[in-house]
Every structure is written in structure tokens, then in C-alpha cells.
């Protein structure tokens, strides 16, 4: 049986952990990251039981995959083209099992496996709930991606569909709204991996560099969509200063996605997609859009500044969206 964290030593649990990065990359307090002429991007993302993460539905090691790739999502929408690493607190109750710890550790080395970086370094404590702060450190490229950069006359364009991480979480939690309804298998499949395995969209920025008009200066706008695909541009536009208009004939869903309530909310704000969000002037929207075959023009943006309108009947489109801090 696996033993507690209570029954291991903090000294032993540092060293099982230690396994997780390059030899004596843990040994001491502070990790150093050598120096580069291109400026680091930093960001800091928790991963919280109950709320990002449950038992029912998330395994170790997706817990540890999803926390990296959450971090590395929002590297990549602010233009990052190489990961250095990430930092990792971890919080949990002494009876927390060391086989839970070490399914996530091996979950977060997956995803650095898969794009690059390595574990620099971190720290441990007991607390009431289990939880993960992750500190990801990446190289920017030749573009920095901002959300305050969309202009009118942009397009909008995501590189994929929506709502399939909601669903997977809604099959996984054998929710009432999905359990009657004949879905396509390759839908729920594709639904739960995307739930459970989400891909920080880091290749499409390296295809969204190779493939600007030379005409064109290096200036996009752009978020990911973690809080929902309507959050994200909500943001763009209110950053930006600017309103957009959206087609809801051109919502980006994937194929089998059924029609109407939920399958819409669900899409615009089911969250957790981890897509990325641009605001490109149409010529590098276009060539994009041959690289990235899953991505979609969801819109475009205008000088009505703050507003979201529906395209086809020209309404306001209701942003209330996710809350961090709301009641569920
Ligand atoms: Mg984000």
C-alpha cells in the first residue's frame, strides 16, 4: 500500500520528488535560468480540488498534465516559442497518498516531455485541500501577442472548436443534460481526452510566426480560452478598446455538435478549452487558417467599444460567462 505523506519524511518526499527534474536541479533553494537576449514571459496558474480537479473525474497524472498545460496555454497566447521550465507548489492533507503525488509529478512530466522545459525547482506544505501552483518560464519569439492589441477591421479567429472540455466533463460526471442523448462515440471520446489531456496550442503560434504577410507589421491581439470562448473575447475587446461581432452560423463546434440549450452556452462559455483567441488583420488570418485546419473565423472586430453583438440580428450578446469568484 502506498504510504501517506504523513508517513513519509519531508526530506524523503523531496527526495522522491527530486526524480522529477535533471539531477541536482533540486538541491538547492533557488534554480537558475540561464540568461537569453530574448525576454522570459512568466505566468502562475493554480489548480484547485473541487474546483479545477476532482477524484471523479481527473486521474493523477491528468491532474499534473493539465496543471502544465493550462500554464503553457497562456505562455503560448502571449507569443512564447520555447519553454524553460516551471516551479511547483504543492499543497495537501498529510493522508494524501504518495501514489496520488506521484501519478501527478508523472503527469507534469509528460507535458514537459511533450513541449519542452524542465522541473526547476519548488516547494511543499500541508494544508486542508489539495492544490497546485505552477510557475511556467518562456522564451518569446519575434511576437508578442497582447490582449489590448485587437483593432477594428480585425478578424477573429480561434485554432478550434469549443465546448468539448465541458462536455467531457458533463459525460465524466454523468450529468442528467448528457446522460439520454445519442452523441457520436468519437465526440465522447474526443470530449473526455480533452477534458481530462488538453493541448497547450504552442505549435499553431509557431505556425502563426512562420506565416505573416510580409506587408504586414507584427501586431495581433489574443488570449487563450480557458475561462470560455466568449470571456476571451470579451477581454480582447474591452482591452483593446474595441466591440465585436459575432456569427452565430460560424460558431466554432465540433463535428456531431448537437443544436440549441446547452450545446450553445456550452461552446460560448463552458471554459477550459485551452484554444487560442486571435484578433489578426484578414490577409494573415487567411494564411493561418491553411496551417491550422481546426481553427475557425468566429467574427470580426469593430469601433463599437465594449459591446458583442450577434451578426445575423444585430443584438448584444450575453457575456455573463464564468465568474472565478462567483457562486457555482
Ligand atoms: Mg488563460
Known amino acids: 500500500m502506498s504510504p501517506t505523506l504523513a508517513d513519509l519524511s519531508e526530506a524523503e518526499l523531496l527526495k522522491r520528488l527530486a526524480r522529477f527534474a535533471p539531477p541536482d536541479q533540486l538541491s538547492d533553494d533557488t534554480a537558475a535560468v540561464p540568461s537569453d ?5 512568466i505566468n502562475t496558474d493554480v489548480a484547485v480540488d473541487g474546483i479545477h480537479f476532482s477524484d471523479a473525474t481527473t486521474t493523477p497524472t491528468d491532474v499534473g498534465w493539465r496543471a502544465v498545460a493550462a500554464n503553457l496555454s497562456d505562455l503560448a497566447a502571449s507569443g512564447a516559442v520555447e519553454i524553460e521550465g516551471i516551479t511547483v507548489a504543492l499543497v495537501a492533507p498529510g493522508r494524501t497518498s504518495w501514489d496520488w503525488v506521484d501519478g501527478v ?4 512530466s509528460a507535458a514537459l516531455g511533450q513541449y519542452g522545459g524542465i522541473l526547476l525547482g519548488g516547494d511543499c506544505s500541508k494544508g486542508e485541500q489539495r492544490l497546485l501552483s505552477i510557475t511556467a518560464l518562456g522564451r518569446l519569439g519575434p511576437l508578442r501577442i497582447h490582449r489590448n492589441a485587437a483593432r477594428p477591421g480585425d478578424v477573429l479567429v480561434t485554432s478550434g472548436p ?3 472540455s465541458r462536455l467531457g466533463l ?3 460526471q454523468d450529468d442528467p443534460s448528457v446522460r439520454d442523448i445519442d452523441l457520436p462515440s468519437t465526440l465522447r471520446d474526443k470530449a473526455i481526452a480533452r477534458h481530462q489531456k488538453p493541448t497547450p496550442r504552442l505549435e499553431e503560434v509557431q505556425q502563426l510566426l ?3 504577410p510580409e506587408h504586414l507589421p507584427w501586431r495581433a491581439g489574443g488570449t487563450d480560452s480557458s475561462d470560455g470562448l466568449l470571456s476571451a473575447v470579451v ?3 474591452n482591452s483593446s478598446g474595441c466591440g465585436a461581432v459575432l456569427r452565430n452560423d460560424q460558431l466554432p463546434v465540433s463535428e456531431g455538435w448537437p443544436e440549441g440549450s446547452p450545446w450553445t452556452d456550452w461552446c460560448l462559455a463552458g471554459g477550459e478549452d485551452f484554444e487560442l483567441v486571435l484578433s489578426l488583420p484578414g490577409a494573415w488570418a487567411d494564411v493561418w487558417q491553411q496551417y491550422v485546419p481546426k481553427s475557425q473565423r468566429i467574427g470580426q472586430i469593430n469601433a463599437e467599444a465594449g459591446v458583442i453583438r450577434w451578426a445575423h440580428n444585430h443584438e448584444q450578446v450575453d457575456t455573463g460567462g464564468f465568474d472565478h469568484f ?3
Open 105 to 108: 509529478y508523472q503527469g507534469i
Open 326 to 328: 462567483g457562486q457555482p
Open 210 to 212: 512562420a506565416c505573416k
Open 162 to 164: 469549443h465546448g468539448l
Open 235 to 237: 477581454g480582447l475587446c
Open 170 to 172: 458533463a459525460l465524466l
Open 37 to 41: 537576449r530574448r525576454p522570459l514571459l
